[in-house]
């Protein structure tokens, strides 16, 4: 079982432990936004759908927070193209 999604305020960044691993996604916040900035999943556990699960938590706690999400990297955009259900949090 995996842990859940965090919100590392310190290193500005959502994370998700994978077995010894950590995948991140980078955030900077504005008054009422979070700008994902970049997305990483470590190597070995690429092609499982890590930064999915990474993204779908983030904006978990990206609502939780009552915030919008504003999409600055690459696979932000995809996952939110696929993710119709998530629209209603972009800025």
Do not use: Q, W
């Not at 690429?46 to 999915?52: D, E, K």
């Not at 696929?82 to 209603?88: C, G």
């Amino acid at each position: 079982m995996e842990a859940p999604v965090r919100d590392n305020k310190d290193r500005s960044r959502f994370e998700l432990d994978v077995k010894s691993e950590i995948a991140f996604a980078n955030y900077r916040l504005t008054p009422s936004a979070v700008i994902i900035t970049h997305t990483e999943t470590p190597r070995a556990l690429r092609g499982r759908g890590i930064a999915s699960k990474l993204i779908k938590g983030a904006l978990d706690l990206i609502r939780r927070d009552g915030r919008k999400v504003i999409a600055g990297c690459g696979f932000v955009v995809d996952y939110l193209d696929k993710h119709p259900e998530d629209a209603d949090l972009v800025a």
